[in-house]
């Protein structure tokens, strides 16, 4: 009988039950006794020299305690935030890398950079004075766009950075994609831009810092996706604490989607302060203190070229993109747009050669990151716009045309010209599946009828692949990467039976407590609620990397498995022991322990009792105990894959588009919680969703000021703007690398869904010749579009 909580079960989340009564632990509900209250003066110019700053008012205002500067931490010898990836130009030159001060010292960046701290007795008494904080600017010259920021003669965002570029890299065979094209039939070409965003977590960024006068020990309580990194970059780089006196707690975090992965400077100055002031000093970001320093997404400018033979079969790509940088490199910044962009844009394709530039670029804008799917929606969305302008330009079916270039399963695994190497995946089987959910063969009628009541309908399709589980560390590091990529666990038996998991993870509202527990139940029988998962926390939990890019199960759920698996054989030495038999002769059998051949058995309950009360125990040959850890480094990326596709109407008197279907169909590999998996495609659907028809992060060009800096601004999309999702997956093509056979599901729908909704957008509106539309496809762009290719006499 299948275990009713252990792998494949749809378990409801444990860890439900306290955020949604209002009991969980965030790091704004932590107070600690004689509490300070951390608030940012930050510039209101995108770009400006700072020629003095006299804190004397703010000093004499009710509570404040101290006003600290960027000379303060100089003073201090507070280095700047390091860079996690280094990235090397066509030339072999290393990039650009200019500091990146917590609080600036002499010139402000952009709008919101951080000038000084004021700390108070009171959060509203420190807002208070922050106002009274005179900073004297010298207004400068803003480089807001990256293309402006490329031209001669634009404001340098760094005096010693020429041109503002970061660095010019590239990547795959340009000699031959150059001879493919010469050759082809066809060429479809597409200029695209995939706009900034401005992640929204439920939970601000908070920090709290303390120090511990008698031990000499720091503590960070903060909103992070990976603590030991923090702990690693903020000690060793930042404000030189060793690391066994610098503590990192990550604890309950309201979702993080990328923008808590990287060492942010409100983190370093909290820690510095609370030593400098003697008390615990607290940050909380407000909402619009989250629009302008918190790392944003995407935002490239691309041209893409498709060369094909006169049957459709894609012969070459060739792209180049110009990505922004932001003001100051993030901790993974240079990655995103190369190794995790440029190496998918195989896409699922057999492509035989690919050529990818990337000019990386300084501008007087907020610092970009990873968002959800770092790099990976942004080359989908790049490669399935193209491949549908191709389709529309041969006339040759979308879902044909795709089909005709798919990787087959039969070619697994399939080593693309720009470095991945997929281990297993049959995409025209996520086609197959796809068809008939959202009734493509019926289309045509559909059309007709939204026709019939003045609307426009549109269908787009979207088949992705991701490269998850970012690894193993020795390929990350010869590609730039300044960190390990492992992951780590130790699993823990209580003399009771009961088992505690410490896992290098870190769950930001993915559901880990509920989905690794299911490890352990399934394994040993052990029932799910005598499981515990602790994460979060450096000083409980071994270094561990945390999460992001769908590696959580992947990396982190392969270390618990590795540490279960060391459990067992020691587990297996006991029981041989305890029942008189041969080692070799104990099998697991429905979480018990069984000799072979007969009915005796004993529970890992039994078990672990005589592990930590080892009266009959042969002490020379077995240590007491049931404790194991382990660290495990993949040998691969996994590689998600599927098949998106998305139905639209738009009323083309007011340019609303309403999605009325949509189905996704994915290849996650095994899937341990089914709830959970949907609940996670369901998410990314609407960020994905999201990015195609309402967000876009906007800077005014000149000023760089931030225009969309809430909510009145920047549109979110709400519950009524998405349908009800069709949603399958399939398990036959488990990952072939990790021992649980899993590939991620956490991006997938982000990926898959922008450029699903932009296919269909494009393709309701190509009745009026629109080739072409950029994100988001709000009504009065649609609009727009519609009224630039209306004949003017049909127009009135």
């Known amino acids: 009988m299948a275990n009713p909580t252990g792998i494949g079960a749809s378990v409801r989340r444990r860890e439900d039950a306290r955020f949604l009564t209002g009991r969980g632990t965030y790091t704004d509900d932590i107070n ?209 604490i060793p690391e066994h006196k610098l503590r990192v707690v990550a604890p309950d975090v309201g979702g993080g989607f990328g923008s808590k992965i990287f060492h942010y400077g409100e983190e370093a100055v909290v820690t510095w302060a609370a030593k400098k002031v003697g008390r615990p000093v607290k940050w909380t970001a407000e909402r619009s203190e989250s629009f302008l320093t918190d790392a944003h997404g995407r935002d490239h400018v691309s041209h893409a070229e498709l060369a094909m033979d006169r049957d459709g079969n894609f012969l070459a790509l060739r792209v180049a993109t110009i990505a922004n940088m932001g003001a100051y490199l993030s901790t993974f910044a240079p990655s995103i747009p190369t190794y995790l962009y440029a190496t998918l844009l195989a896409g699922q394709y057999k492509t035989p050669a690919i050529y990818a530039e990337v000019k990386a670029v300084f501008t007087n804008t907020v610092p970009v990151d990873a968002y959800r799917g770092a790099g990976r929606p942004e080359a989908c969305y790049l490669i399935e716009r193209l491949v549908e302008v191709a389709a529309a330009e041969t006339g040759i079916d979308k879902a044909e045309l795709r ?101 290098g993870s870190h769950s930001h509202g993915q559901g880990h407590e509920t989905t690794f527990a299911q490890l352990v139940s399934e394994r040993f029988g052990v029932p799910i609620e005598n499981v515990e998962i602790v994460h979060g926390d450096t000083s409980k939990i ?154 876009n992060c906007v800077y005014d060009e000149d000023s760089g000021q931030l225009i969309t800096g809430s909510y009145m601004d920047y549109c979110m999309p709400r519950a009524d703007d998405v349908p009800s999702f069709t949603v399958r997956y399939h398990e036959d093509q488990p990952c072939t690398h990790n021992p649980l056979g899993v590939k991620g599901c956490g991006e997938a729908g982000t990926i898959g869904a922008s450029a699903a909704v932009m296919n269909a957008v494009v393709h309701a509106l190509s009745e009026y010749g629109v080739t072409h539309l950029d994100m988001p496809a709000t009504p009065e762009r649609v609009w727009q579009a519609i009224r630039r290719h209306t004949p003017a006499q049909a127009a009135e």
């Open 403 to 503: 089909r005709r270039n798919f990787v087959p399963a039969s070619a697994m695994p399939y080593q693309t010209p720009v470095a991945l190497q997929y281990d297993t995946g049959d995409f025209a089987k996520n086609l197959d599946i796809a068809l008939p959910l959202v009734d493509y063969d019926g289309f045509a009628a559909r059309k007709a009828e939204s026709a019939r009541r003045g609307k426009l309908r549109g269908i787009g399709f979207a088949t992705y692949i991701e490269a998850c589980g970012i690894a193993p560390s020795n390929v990350a590091g010869a590609l730039g990467a300044r960190a390990g990529l492992y992951e780590s666990a130790e699993v823990r038996f209580h003399p009771t039976g009961s088992v505690t998991v410490f896992t």
């Open 542 to 695: 071994p270094f561990g990397m945390g999460t992001y890019g769908s590696r959580s199960l992947a990396v982190g759920g392969s270390a618990i498995v590795k540490a279960m698996d060391k459990v067992e054989r020691k587990a297996k030495k006991i029981a041989a022991h305890m029942l008189e038999a041969a080692e070799a002769d104990i099998e697991v059998k429905d979480g018990r322990f069984v000799v072979a051949g007969t009915d005796k058995a004993l529970t890992i309950g039994d078990i672990a009792l005589q592990a930590y009360v080892p009266h009959n125990f042969p002490l020379d040959e077995l240590e007491p105990g049931l404790d194991e850890q382990a660290f495990y480094d993949p040998k691969n990326f996994t590689y998600p894959n599927g098949c998106h596709v998305c139905e639209v109407e738009i009323d083309p008197d007011t340019g609303v588009v309403q999605v009325v279907n949509f189905a996704a169909v994915d290849d996650f590999g095994r899937v341990i919680n089914p709830l959970i998996v949907e609940g996670q495609v369901h998410g990314g659907l609407v960020q994905g969703i999201g990015q195609a028809l309402y967000e």
């Open 32 to 240: 600690r006794p004689g509490q300070t209250h951390a608030v940012f003066v930050r510039s209101p110019y995108a770009h400006a020299r700072i020629t003095g700053i006299d804190a004397a008012e703010a000093m004499q205002a009710p509570g404040v305690i101290a006003v600290l500067t960027g000379a303060d931490m100089e003073a201090d010898k507070v280095g700047s935030l390091p860079c996690g990836w280094q990235i090397h130009s066509k030339d072999g030159s290393p990039m650009k890398e200019p500091p990146h001060f917590p609080i600036a010292r002499d010139r402000a960046r952009y709008v919101g950079d951080a000038v000084a701290v004021v700390i108070a007795e009171t959060r509203e008494q420190a807002k208070d004075a922050a106002e009274l904080v005179m900073v004297d600017y010298e207004e400068l010259p803003a480089a807001v766009t990256s293309l402006k920021a490329l031209e001669g003669g634009a404001p340098l965002v760094h005096d010693d950075v020429g041109g503002n570029l970061c660095f010019d890299w590239h990547l795959g065979d340009a000699a031959a994609v150059d001879a493919a094209f010469a050759q082809a039939a066809h060429v479809a070409k597409l200029d695209l831009v995939n706009q900034r965003l401005v992640p929204n977590a439920m939970e601000p960024r908070a920090a709290l810092g303390e120090y511990d006068r008698a031990t000499g020990e720091h503590t960070l309580t903060t909103t992070s996706q990976n603590p030991h990194v923090i702990r690693l970059l903020m000690g060793a780089f930042v404000l030189g």
